[in-house]
């Protein structure tokens, strides 16, 4: 059999692996394939495939757009995209700029909770990543404001936390929207953290095309759940570790893969 891991994610995100480290380690775990899926980013990409060029495993061009639905983040992944595209570095400029203005909101709700924490610490955790709520995670434990990424999320910065930050540009529909105008797939990532299984054929009818049920949150029922959705909407079905390397050291590149035969199913969906 040959095996896929369609989600992870490289320093030019919220990672610790360099790209080549990345492709290495995928080559150790027997992967066949690997997507670098970076938030907001595709910088990982290039590097990614000239590691990857003599001896390790196919590179699929991937990301993962952030989109905002009811004041919840909602994630659609990218894969076989147009990486280079001109329209997609414009929308992702935007998109950075956005970040970088919802941190320092980040931070001015936490300093209204009683935690004073600088904007610049976050950015100099990020360096040339896109900046996110992980790195206000570990900036606020480096500070001592919190003792594990965990608790800063459960208790600040979650999606229901007192600093938690609506404002992406982007609605799913738009996500959507340019990862097939930039000639990709767009799949929904995790679905169960939407916490709204109504919106996903909504997502549907606004050209969606695949649901990721492979995931290592997803319980049995769950995957079962999402596979009936997945064949009764036509949708193709992938799945991935959601690999961060050292910052969720619990899940391992390759920890959940799926069968090689559903990246051609994918694959064949490619605009």
């Known amino acids: 059999m040959r095996y896929a891991d369609l989600h992870t994610h490289t320093l030019f995100s919220d990672g610790t692996y360099t790209p080549q480290g990345l492709v290495e380690e995928a080559l150790k775990q027997g992967l066949d394939a690997v997507s670098i899926t970076d938030h907001d980013n595709v910088c990982g990409i290039a590097p990614a495939l000239e590691a990857a060029k003599h001896s390790g495993p196919e590179v699929i061009p991937g990301i ?72 206000v995670a570990l900036a606020m434990v ?18 229901k936390g007192p600093a938690y930050v609506c404002g992406f ?47 290592p949150e997803h319980t049995q029922s769950m995957v079962n759940f999402y596979l009936s959705l997945a064949r009764q909407h036509n949708l193709a079905v992938t799945g991935g570790s959601d690999f961060h390397g050292k910052l969720k050291p619990q899940v391992k590149i390759g920890s959940i893969k799926i069968p090689y035969e559903l990246v051609e199913e994918l694959r064949k969906l490619k605009a």
């Open 64 to 135: 993962e757009l952030s989109a905002e639905y009811n004041c919840r983040e909602v994630h659609i992944l990218g894969y076989f995209i147009d990486y280079g595209s001109q329209r997609l570095a414009k929308e992702l400029a935007v998109l950075k700029n956005n970040r970088i203005s919802r941190i320092h909101k980040i931070v001015e709700k936490l300093d209204a909770s009683g935690i004073k924490l600088e904007a610049q610490s976050i950015f100099d955790i990020a360096a040339s990543g896109t900046p996110g709520r992980m790195h």
């Open 142 to 159: 480096k500070q001592g404001a919190a003792g594990s990424v965990y608790e800063a999320f459960e208790k600040y910065i979650g999606d």
């Open 169 to 215: 540009r982007f609605s799913p529909l738009e996500a959507i929207r340019l990862i097939r105008e930039c000639g990709g797939v767009a799949v929904l990532a995790h679905p169960y953290l939407i916490d709204d299984d109504e919106l996903i054929p909504q997502l549907v009818k606004s050209g969606l095309q695949g649901l990721e049920v492979y995931y």
